[in-house]
Structures are given as structure tokens and as C-alpha cells.
């Protein structure tokens, strides 16, 4: 009850910050500066993704800005540009949903020959209705995880070459959710799901929007947890945290706007201790 109360009030915890601190705030306090990074978000557009862009921007990052709205992207892009003149921005199509967009969008980025410090993979959907991919797959399921694995697996070695050659800690981020804890484990049920079947067995016969994106952002925090055991491994000089964001209000919640929802889009919020772990360590030995 009284971390609920501490998030309320914005009360400051440990790491200096509260849930109304914002990343501007938080890259400032450390005097961080990105130049010579390239970074590649997704979900860029609006909400916690626009915002990331807009202060990685004003750090001096380079960044790529893969979108399924490539108009709204580059609307994203005008806007930071316009407040950051210097800031160096490349807008590509990207459809997280069809594994044959992700292929593509790596095959287009790899033809520009650049390095990649940091992947971001922030996109996220929630469906409201059933719906399938066009790879027979739940599309929530589809466009959290399954896009984002193959993203990352398929810039993972350009990530690890960046980092041998630029001796700069290479960073994947995995937005998930706290939401991910309400998936109940039971096997039969996650595999009627993630095969895009609309009326399964489990929970009442009809489709649950919600468990759906629940079993998506745990896919993303089993994703991270895996993958950091074979970076370490590799003895790779990247790695990769999954982060519950907190409450923010973006398109995903706005059509449930609430007392935790918040009113506003623009800044990205999280308690004290999260807020530390995904921006301090995320910039920290990049500069």
C-alpha cells in the first residue's frame, strides 16, 4: 500500500526520482551525452516511444525510427527536429506483425551500413477484438513478442560487432508489463491462444484482450531472461533488460482513461527504483 501511495504522490525514491520524474529529468541529472550512438525504436510514434526518441535526440543519438505509420513517424520526426535541428533522424517501414516486415526492415537498415548501439522495442498493441496475423498468430502475441524476437535476432551479431569495435556496452530494451503475472501457466490454453484460435477453451470460451497482451509481455520478460544467459555466454558486451514502464497514459490505456492513467502522453513516468534501472543504466558508459 504504501509503494502505491509513494507512486501517487511522486513521492522520490533511491535513485532521485519519482513517478513524475521524466526522461528529460533523468538523462540531465547524469549530464549524458549520445553522440555517436545510433539507436533504433520502435513504437516511436506516440506515448513512451516518442518520448524516449524526442530525449535520446537531444543527447545527440542517431536515431532510426521503424513504424508501421510511416506518415506518423515522419510527423515524429519533423517534431524533433524541429526543437533539435542537429538531430539525425531515418524513418522506415516496419509492420512488427508480419516476421516478412521485420526481415525486410533488416535487410533495408543493413544496406545503410550502420552500427547499431541500442534497440529499443517499445511497440506494443492490444487487441480489443480477436484478430490474426498474416502468419496464422494471435495479433497481440504477433506484434509484442514474436516481431520483436526476430527482430533482435536478426541485428543481434550487428549489436555485438558495434560493441567490439566501439568498446561501448551495447543495450537491448524489452518493454513489458507487470501485467505479464496474469497468465495463469497453463500450457494447452497459451498454445490455443497463440494459434490465433478465437473461441478457445480457457476463460469462458471468448477471447480476453486482456490475458492475451498478459501472455505477450511475459513472452517479453522470458525473451530477456534467456537471451541474457546466452549474451553471457557469448561473453557479448551487450545487454538486455525487459521494464514495466508504470502507468502511462498512450494509446494502449486512453480508451480506458482511470484514476492511474493519468493525463497526459508526453512524458514518460515510472516509480523511483524503475525509473533508476531503465534510464541510468540504459545511457550509463555510452557517453
Not at 506518423?72 to 526543437?83: C, M, N, P, Y
Not at 477453451?201 to 517479453?220: H, I, Q
Request: hydrophobic share 40%; charged share 25%.
Amino acid at each position: 500500500m504504501l509503494e502505491v501511495v509513494r507512486y501517487l504522490t511522486g513521492a522520490v525514491g533511491p535513485s532521485g526520482f519519482g513517478s513524475k520524474s521524466t526522461a528529460e529529468q533523468v538523462t540531465e541529472a547524469g549530464a549524458y551525452t549520445l553522440r555517436g550512438i545510433t539507436a533504433i525504436i520502435t513504437g516511436a510514434t506516440s506515448g513512451i516511444g516518442a518520448e524516449t526518441a524526442r530525449v535520446l535526440a537531444k543527447r545527440g543519438a542517431r536515431l532510426v525510427l521503424p513504424a508501421r505509420d510511416v506518415k506518423a513517424a515522419e510527423e515524429t520526426k519533423s517534431r524533433i527536429v524541429e526543437e533539435f535541428p542537429g538531430a539525425e533522424i531515418i524513418v522506415m517501414a516496419l509492420d512488427l506483425s508480419s516476421m516478412a516486415s521485420v526481415r525486410s526492415f533488416v535487410s533495408e537498415f543493413e544496406r545503410l551500413g550502420l552500427p547499431v548501439n541500442i534497440l529499443i522495442n517499445n511497440a506494443g498493441k492490444f487487441c480489443h477484438k480477436h484478430a490474426v496475423s498474416e502468419d496464422g498468430i494471435e495479433m497481440s502475441f504477433a506484434t509484442n513478442h514474436l516481431g520483436h524476437f526476430l527482430l533482435t535476432n536478426l541485428l543481434l551479431s550487428k549489436m555485438i560487432e558495434t560493441a567490439e569495435l566501439s568498446s561501448k556496452e551495447g543495450r537491448i530494451v524489452n518493454v513489458s508489463s507487470s501485467i505479464h503475472g496474469w497468465f495463469d501457466g497453463d500450457r494447452i490454453c497459451y498454445e490455443q491462444l497463440l494459434c490465433g484460435k478465437k473461441n478457445p477453451s480457457f476463460y469462458g470460451g471468448k477471447y480476453d484482450p486482456t490475458r492475451a497482451y498478459a501472455v505477450s509481455k511475459l513472452a517479453n520478460v522470458l525473451h530477456s531472461k534467456e537471451l541474457s544467459k546466452r549474451l553471457k555466454t557469448m561473453n557479448a558486451n551487450v545487454t538486455v533488460n525487459s521494464v514495466h514502464p508504470g502507468i502511462v497514459r498512450t494509446r494502449l490505456t486512453r480508451e480506458r482513461e482511470g484514476l492511474l492513467t493519468g493525463r497526459r502522453d508526453d512524458v514518460l513516468r515510472s516509480d523511483a527504483s524503475k525509473g533508476r534501472r531503465r534510464l541510468r543504466p540504459l545511457l550509463r558508459g555510452l557517453q
